[in-house]
């Protein structure tokens, strides 16, 4: 009888492309997946494949689109500089308007309860409404009102919701974090919004570095070069950057799977 094994995706803005190459390689050498968590990109990413979509068709459409094109910014900012609708309609379109019932995996993700502070785990109703919440980034996406709350990005809290998976009786857990591990950075020059990225990211990684202790297996795909929290030009490079994590994982994951 093999363990049941869990993935967790973390959240990195367009650093979280990388969860593509990751799933892609996992598929490809057939190791099974009873259960994804996500939080933030990484909700976006396992949302859509948790309901069937065909990675390589998914690759080929994140390659061609301008992310800055589902932005919808308001003014004056009410809450955060962008409304967050326009997203939403598209993680709508690609889980097929589905609930969490309706996945092929089990998937949840998580999101932060603004007014309490504590972390949530998401799990009910249509996908794209909580993922919407997941990937609520303070100041730059409106905070989400569900269930009676208000929700902001997950991350705040659990960069990669490793525990998550723990709580749900997956005996192995497989984590994969793009985001900043604690590496010294030149910030001089930097302008605001760049500092601004930087200083979430070390405050991030502070939460991170002790959660990480719930996976077996934590995933590091090289994607710093990707510098904008939107950026998409970069996407076949950062896929690519998840392919060469998840393959020189591979071996320590398939001895796992059995022991």
Same mark, same amino acid.
């Given at each position: 009888?093999?363990?049941?094994?869990?993935?967790?995706?973390?959240?990195?803005?367009?650093?979280?492309?990388?969860?593509?190459? %990751?799933?892609?390689?996992? /598929? /490809?050498?057939?190791?099974?997946?009873?259960?994804?968590? &996500?939080?933030?990109?990484?909700?976006?990413?396992?949302?859509?494949?948790?309901?069937?979509?065909?990675?390589?068709?998914?690759?080929? @459409?994140?390659?061609?689109?301008?992310?800055?094109?589902?932005?919808?910014?308001?003014?004056?900012?009410?809450?955060?500089?962008?409304?967050? !609708?326009?997203? /939403?309609?598209?993680?709508?379109?690609?889980?097929?308007?589905? +609930?969490?019932?309706? +996945?092929?995996?089990?998937?949840?993700?998580?999101?932060? !309860?603004?007014?309490?502070?504590?972390? !949530? %785990?998401?799990?009910?109703?249509?996908?794209?409404?909580?993922?919407?919440?997941?990937?609520?980034?303070?100041? @730059?996406?409106?905070?989400?009102?569900?269930?009676?709350? +208000?929700?902001?990005?997950?991350?705040?809290?659990?960069?990669?919701?490793?525990?998550? $998976?723990?709580?749900?009786?997956?005996? %192995?857990?497989?984590? %994969?974090?793009?985001?900043?591990?604690?590496?010294?950075? !030149?910030?001089? &020059?930097?302008?605001?919004?760049?500092?601004?990225?930087?200083?979430?990211?070390?405050?991030?990684?502070?939460?991170?570095?002790?959660?990480?202790?719930?996976?077996?297996?934590? $995933?590091?795909?090289?994607?710093? @070069?990707?510098?904008?929290?939107?950026?998409?030009?970069?996407?076949?490079?950062?896929?690519?950057?998840?392919?060469?994590?998840?393959? /020189?994982?591979?071996?320590?994951?398939?001895?796992?799977?059995?022991?």
């Amino acid at each position: 009888m093999r363990n049941k094994i869990g993935l967790a995706l973390g959240a990195g803005s367009t650093k979280g492309f990388a969860h593509i190459g %990751v799933l892609q390689v996992l /598929e /490809e050498a057939g190791i099974p997946i009873d259960m994804i968590s &996500g939080c933030s990109m990484g909700a976006i990413i396992g949302g859509i494949y948790s309901v069937g979509t065909d990675l390589n068709l998914l690759e080929r @459409f994140i390659k061609s689109i301008k992310l800055y094109d589902y932005l919808d910014v308001q003014l004056p900012p009410s809450g955060g500089l962008l409304k967050g !609708d326009r997203l /939403e309609g598209l993680v709508r379109t690609l889980t097929h308007n589905k +609930t969490f019932a309706q +996945t092929k995996t089990p998937f949840c993700c998580v999101a932060v !309860d603004a007014e309490t502070g504590k972390l !949530d %785990v998401l799990s009910e109703g249509p996908l794209h409404e909580s993922i919407r919440a997941s990937m609520s980034i303070p100041a @730059f996406f409106e905070p989400v009102k569900l269930n009676g709350k +208000t929700y902001i990005d997950g991350g705040v809290l659990e960069r990669v919701p490793c525990k998550t $998976l723990r709580d749900h009786g997956m005996d %192995v857990v497989i984590g %994969v974090d793009v985001g900043y591990h604690g590496d010294a950075k !030149d910030i001089s &020059g930097m302008g605001a919004y760049a500092l601004m990225n930087h200083t979430i990211a070390i405050m991030q990684w502070e939460l991170t570095k002790y959660r990480r202790q719930e996976a077996d297996i934590m $995933l590091t795909p090289e994607v710093l @070069f990707v510098q904008g929290r939107f950026q998409t030009d970069l996407a076949g490079a950062t896929i690519e950057e998840g392919r060469c994590a998840a393959r /020189e994982a591979l071996p320590a994951i398939q001895k796992l799977i059995c022991s």
